[in-house]
């Protein structure tokens, strides 16, 4: 029989450790990866910058929307490069390919996020 009460249950459980994974995924990558370690330094200095120049909300939000594109780049290239190690823990040249591929989504995502970058304080400073 059908038990509606368990599987909600079961549900919000499921959800809640979902939740316990994404910490520790966050944290591992803050705590093990030297890229992420610059990016958050470089995020909290970009923070303080906007709020000494008093940023508009929509400011913040491509800020933050070049940011949230350059971590998820960051992680993602990091568990691409992890599971190639793991698959292939030796130089294989498409390994390496996969790799530079990899690091090339997160530069093009640092190149955007600075060309927005540019274009937001741009008029917040007087050259």
Known sequence: MYDKNKSLKIFI???????????????????TEDSI???TIILF?????????????????WQLFCFALIFTAEG???????????????????????????????GFAVLFGLIISVLIYSKYVSF
């Open 76 to 106: 993602l290239n990091t568990a691409i490069e992890k599971i190639c190690d793991f698959v292939h823990p030796n130089y294989h040249h498409k390994i390496g390919f996969i790799k530079d591929i990899s690091a090339g989504a997160v």
């Open 13 to 31: 459980k499921t959800r809640i450790e979902s939740i316990f994974f994404v910490l520790k995924g966050i944290y591992l990558l803050i705590k």
């Open 37 to 39: 370690k610059a990016q």
């Open 45 to 61: 200095i970009f923070t303080l910058l906007g709020i000494y120049v008093n940023l508009t909300i929509e400011d913040w939000k």
